[in-house]
Nanobody, 119 residues
Framework: VQLVESGGGLVQPGGSLRLSCVASGRILSINAMGWYRQAPGKQRELVATITSGGTTNYADSVKGRFTISRENAKNTVYLQMNSLKPEDTAVYYC??????????????WGQGTQVTVSS
C-alpha cells in the first residue's frame, strides 16, 4: 500500500491550493483519511480528517478556510485550502487507515508535500 500526495507549492498570502492524496495497492477498504502538517521546528499536527462516511473534523486554526473531501471510488482524499496564511507553511502529510489483503487495519502515511505561503 502506498499513499502519494500532490498539489503543494508556493502561493501568496490569501491564495488557494488543492492537495490530493491517492492510495494504491492491494486495498480492501479505507477507513478514516486525514491531513497533517509539520512546520520547521514544530511537531506534526492534525489539520483535518474525514471518515469513510464523510464525517469531517478540523483543527481550529483552519476551520472556515480548509475543506477536506474524498472520493471513495478513487481511493483519494483532497484538501482545499483557501485564504492561506504564512503560518500555514509546512510539509503536509496524508494519512489513511487501510485494511489490505495482507495486513489488518494500519495507518499509512504519504511522503509529504511542501506548502509555502509567502509574498
Amino acid at each position: 500500500v502506498q499513499l502519494v500526495e500532490s498539489g503543494g507549492g508556493l502561493v501568496q498570502p490569501g491564495g488557494s491550493l488543492r492537495l490530493s492524496c491517492v492510495a494504491s495497492g492491494r486495498i480492501l477498504s479505507i477507513n478514516a483519511m486525514g491531513w497533517y502538517r509539520q512546520a520547521p521546528g514544530k511537531q506534526r499536527e492534525l489539520v483535518a480528517t474525514i471518515t469513510s462516511g464523510g464525517t469531517t473534523n478540523y483543527a481550529d486554526s483552519v476551520k472556515g478556510r480548509f475543506t477536506i473531501s474524498r472520493e471513495n471510488a478513487k481511493n483519494t482524499v483532497y484538501l482545499q485550502m483557501n485564504s492561506l496564511k504564512p503560518e500555514d507553511t509546512a510539509v503536509y502529510y496524508c494519512k489513511a487507515n487501510i485494511q489490505s489483503f495482507s495486513v489488518n487495519r494500519y495507518d499509512y502515511w504519504g511522503q509529504g508535500t511542501q506548502v509555502t505561503v509567502s509574498s
